[in-house]
């Protein structure tokens, strides 16, 4: 899977010197990665808006972003794998 190009979604930022440069929500310190990994463990996108500083419009366009740049990628990288 390749990254994603969160340059595309508005409701994000990196910022050189913020955070380390990683995605954040826009406008926050709050990593984009911590949606992900807690969602990973369990947490609904509801509790992440009451444990983080994000509402819940923030977690559905980055969901949304994702969601949809994930559906546009090709299957298989390597045409040459498909028979």
């Known amino acids: ?10 409701a994000v930022e990196s910022i ?10 826009r406008g926050t310190r709050m990593p984009v990665k911590t949606v992900f990994e807690n969602l990973e463990a369990g947490m609904s996108p509801q509790e ?7 509402t819940p419009e923030e977690v559905k366009a980055v969901l949304h ?3 949809e740049s994930l ?3 090709p299957l298989f990288a390597d045409e040459n794998l498909v028979r």
């Open 1 to 10: 899977m390749s990254t994603l190009e969160w340059s595309e979604c508005a």
């Open 16 to 25: 050189p010197g913020k955070v380390s440069g990683a995605w954040v929500f």
């Open 48 to 54: 992440i808006t009451e444990v983080f500083d994000v």
């Open 65 to 67: 972003f994702a969601s």
């Open 71 to 73: 559906a546009k990628e």
